[in-house]
């Protein structure tokens, strides 16, 4: 079966600060990958995804940054984080090639300061 | 206007009660529909898929309206445990990227 890990769990940074979250998908070759913030009691908005290595689409223009190093591995980074940074980040999957649900990691829990 | 809006609630319902609510969406070629589950502060979860011709899943019935462009979930039987927000989600026709509403918000009390 399909697993999907994110880490941090939480994470506090003060203002200006780089970030670094980590996305992994074990069980499958070469899924689609997704990065999603969700502001405090808002709904999801799509940051990022990948349909292959070193492929990064953007959804919107941001302080944040997505980079695929290898098939199932995504990263989501910051060179200086910004207040508006803060919120709950979500890595999802899904297979490719198929009009296909997608499944969602844990999530990292971001507050900057 | 919003591609997929739905009424934040809360709903508040007796347990045992039943309640249903509605989802509209903007882009008469979606094809793909789902309803999550989320928990506070918890990943949302996929609950059920939603067939153009409706579909069942124990107490969790799933409408399409594709003439009005809604969906709709309804709870029968309604638990504790079914208190949480619930996200209404649909494909869009190209690619394969899923649009999520803002979330109808169910509170289930004794």
């Known amino acids: 079966s399909q697993t999907i890990h994110q880490w941090p769990a939480t994470l506090v940074q003060p203002v200006g600060s780089p970030l670094s979250l980590e996305c992994t998908v074990e069980?499958?070759?070469?899924?689609?990958l997704y990065w999603y913030r969700q502001a405090a009691g808002r709904g999801l908005q799509l940051l990022f995804y990948?349909?292959?290595?070193?492929?990064i689409s953007s959804e919107v223009p941001q302080n944040l940054s997505a980079s695929r190093p290898q098939d199932r591995q995504f990263i989501l980074s910051s060179k200086k984080l910004l207040l508006s940074d803060s919120g709950f980040y979500l890595c999802?999957?899904?297979?490719?090639?198929?009009?296909?649900?997608?499944?969602f990691g844990p999530g990292t829990r971001l507050t900057v300061l | 206007r919003k591609e997929v809006e739905q009424d934040p609630g809360p709903f508040n319902v007796p347990e045992g009660a039943t309640v249903a609510f509605n989802c509209t969406y903007s882009?008469?070629?979606?094809?793909?529909f789902f309803w999550y589950r989320q928990d506070c502060r918890k990943e949302p979860k996929l609950l059920m898929s939603?067939?153009?011709s409706g579909n069942e899943d124990g107490r969790f019935t799933a409408q399409l309206n594709r003439a009005s462009q809604y969906i709709s979930l309804l709870i029968r039987d309604s638990k504790l445990s079914d208190s949480a927000t619930y996200l209404c989600?649909?494909?869009?026709?190209?690619?394969?990227?899923?649009?999520f509403g803002g979330g109808t918000r169910v509170l289930v009390k004794p």
């Open positions: 069980g499958t070759s070469n899924p689609n």
């Open positions: 990948s349909v292959g290595i070193g492929q």
């Open positions: 882009n008469s070629a979606s094809q793909s």
């Open positions: 999802a999957w899904n297979r490719a090639g198929v009009k296909d649900t997608q499944y």
């Open positions: 939603v067939y153009s």
């Open positions: 989600v649909v494909n869009e026709a190209a690619g394969n990227k899923l649009t």
